[in-house]
């Protein structure tokens, strides 16, 4: 394949295990490639019984924040989604200044994900706007929806983009193909 893609994105259903492939990705580029990444995982918060309570945002130097809440304690008035507050200005203080960073040494932008959520926030949409063309993007986006989303739209409709639709079968069989595409994607 001598595509040169810009921007890698996965897709599948909620719990598919998208995250846990992206994780996997940027360990293999950084380990093994010494790629130097930057960006955000989403990642699930469940209580004590297991339950899903909602999402926090990780950043790849460590940093975490709240994305949202089924209960919140503090009873602020928050937008939703679904049983979620999304907490808009927590999310922003963690994301925007990695999607604003001219980070030079950066290579791969990650950003997990690009979902109904996170684009609450329309500081969070432009900022991505702005990223594209700028450098290399591997992100999750959400299954198709009744309602698209324009940003997730305009990057699965760009021809540099590659997206890739996770499911059980292939979630372990497509790190190595995907790291590639990566890899192709950085070279000059």
Do not use: W
Not at 27 to 34: A, G, I, K, P, S
Not at 51 to 68: M, N, P, S, W, Y
Not at 120 to 127: P, R
């Amino acid at each position: 394949m001598n595509t040169k893609f810009h921007y890698i994105l996965l897709t599948g259903p909620p719990g598919i295990g998208k995250t846990t492939l992206v994780r996997k990705i940027c360990e293999d580029l950084l380990n093994t490639h010494e790629i130097a990444c930057d960006g955000f995982f989403t990642e699930e918060v469940r209580d004590l019984r297991g339950e899903r309570v909602g999402f926090d945002v990780i950043t790849l130097q460590g940093k975490r924040g709240i994305l949202a809440r089924s209960k919140p304690s503090d009873n602020l008035k928050r937008p939703r989604i679904g049983k979620y507050s999304v907490y808009i200005q927590e999310f922003e203080e963690l994301a925007l200044p990695i999607l604003r960073s001219d980070n030079h040494k950066r290579q791969l932008l990650v950003i997990d994900e690009i979902g109904k959520m996170e684009l609450i926030s329309k500081k969070f949409e432009m900022a991505v706007n702005f990223c594209i063309d700028k450098c290399i993007i591997l992100a999750t986006i959400p299954q198709k929806m009744h309602h698209s989303l324009l940003l997730v739209q305009k990057l699965e409709t760009n021809p540099k983009t590659r997206l890739y639709v996770i499911g059980k079968d292939n979630r372990n069989k497509l790190h190595v193909e995907i790291v590639q595409t990566v890899l192709n994607a950085l070279k000059n």
